[in-house]
């Protein structure tokens, strides 16, 4: 029996026209403040799931989305401010895209999303799709076998530090993230091009 709702929003404006006649989606151009207006509508619709008692809203990490379809960039600092606005529902990153952060800095800030959310945070990774967000960061998004070799990520089975195996790294080729999550194991999918894997392991 099914426990356990949860959607997903992508953060999107308010469309003017929809549909086979709506204008275009690569023609559409959006104000900044229309752009920003997907954060109000992001707490609306949070605190209106965790007054009906959803499990998890899920939300999709995207950047220079100007077409207005997909504009949080920074899913682990919204999901902080969504965890102080609301009393129960957990806050799902549908994904953060690996190839666009360095994995040490992305564990950390994970770390500290968890501790400031005691725990509501549902930590995703992928590996991106559009190559106007992913290689403007620096990334490889068209070479997939560059795409998938920056980092691995082990999942935590009992209270440790989140630790990731950095590849290339002259620095340090291992390190622990500090502070660590409080909440372990820590509950994490993957973007796979079959779907979301729920293994106990991450690769990007």
Sequence with gaps: ?????????????????????????????????????????????????????????????????????????????????????????????GFNIAPMWHPLRLAEDYAVADILTKGRVIFGLGRGYHSREVETFGAPILDQEANRAPCTAARPTAPQPITITVSPCAMAPRLSAAPAPVITPQPMRQARSNGISFGTGMAC
């Design 1 to 93: 029996m099914i426990t356990k709702f949860a959607t997903v929003y992508a953060g999107h404006v308010d469309l003017p026209d929809m549909g086979q006649d709506a204008t275009p989606a690569n023609e559409r151009r959006f104000s900044n403040e229309r752009l920003a207006s997907v954060f109000d509508k992001t707490d609306a619709i949070a605190k209106c799931m965790d007054e009906a008692g959803y499990y998890a809203i899920w939300l999709a990490e995207h950047h220079f989305q100007h077409e207005g379809y997909e504009v949080i960039p920074n899913l682990l600092l919204h999901a902080v401010h969504l965890a102080h606005v609301t009393k129960r529902i957990k806050i799902g990153c």
